[in-house]
């Protein structure tokens, strides 16, 4: 079972206080690794950090200055061997209906942080040789989302990012990774679906598998690239969407 362990491994997960991001804390702290959540809502995140032995960092990924004191803190607790850049931001609304005033905040939340979050803490991966980045992205990016133009946008920047990160750091054992959900149950997609009760049941038909997906399904396959046998798998964009995505 060695292969399979993070242990001894520190991981740091954006957006970890729940949905999706709150999944990849627990698989990868059963899997053995230390996990900082960092979340702009900190009394979440602490509460995530309590029931896998964590660490709780609070950050506003919109906010430079928030983003900085953040990476000071965890710099300073020795880095990160595993980023899962996780958190995102989106408004559902028709691309010429969107107010450009409010793209800025969604850029930097979806794409700014995760670059500068990755220039911060690759440098500790070369050095040692060895680290996992994992970018949360989503299908929409890859196929289109009606309502998502901005963010869809957004995260399809993360597949540039990943795939040059991975060329410029294979030689120092460091691997780069895009993982797309599809059509998950969290409470951002039960907000949306609030608004439209009819969302939930045309987007179900447009689904091979004929459901949504679950949080957990997605924690899994995010620990496995982030763990040892995921080794030899970088540069690359993979969905997790019940067969939205079959390319």
Not at 17 to 23: H, K, L, M, V, Y
């Amino acid at each position: 079972m060695a292969d399979r362990t993070l242990t001894g491994k520190r991981a740091l997960v954006t957006g970890g206080a729940s949905g999706i991001g709150e999944a990849i804390v627990a698989e990868l702290a059963g899997l053995g690794a230390s996990v900082v959540i960092a979340d702009r809502d900190f009394a979440g995140a602490k509460r995530v950090a309590g029931d896998c032995r964590g660490e709780a960092v609070e950050v506003d990924l919109g906010d430079d200055d928030s983003v900085e004191a953040a990476l000071t803190a965890v710099l300073d607790g020795g880095g990160v061997d595993i980023l899962i850049n996780n958190a995102g931001v989106s408004v559902v609304e028709h691309f010429l209906d969107s107010d450009p005033a409010g793209w800025d905040r969604m850029w930097r939340i979806n794409l700014r942080a995760p670059m500068r979050l990755t220039q911060a803490f690759l440098p500790g991966m070369m050095e040692g040789e060895w680290g996992r980045l994992i970018y949360i992205s989503t299908d929409g990016a890859r196929a289109g989302a009606g309502g998502e133009s901005i963010y869809a946008a957004c995260k399809a920047g993360l597949f540039g990012l990943a795939k040059t990160v991975a060329r410029e750091a294979a030689k120092y054992g460091v691997t780069s990774n895009v993982v797309c959900p599809g059509l998950v149950d969290t409470p951002m997609l039960r907000k949306h679906a609030e608004r439209n009760p009819n969302l939930m049941s045309a987007l179900v038909k447009s689904i091979p598998l004929r459901r949504p997906g679950t949080a957990d399904e997605v924690a899994a396959y995010v620990g496995f690239l982030a763990g040892p046998r995921a080794g030899y798998v970088t540069g690359q964009t993979l969905s997790v969407s019940g067969g939205v995505t079959m390319a």
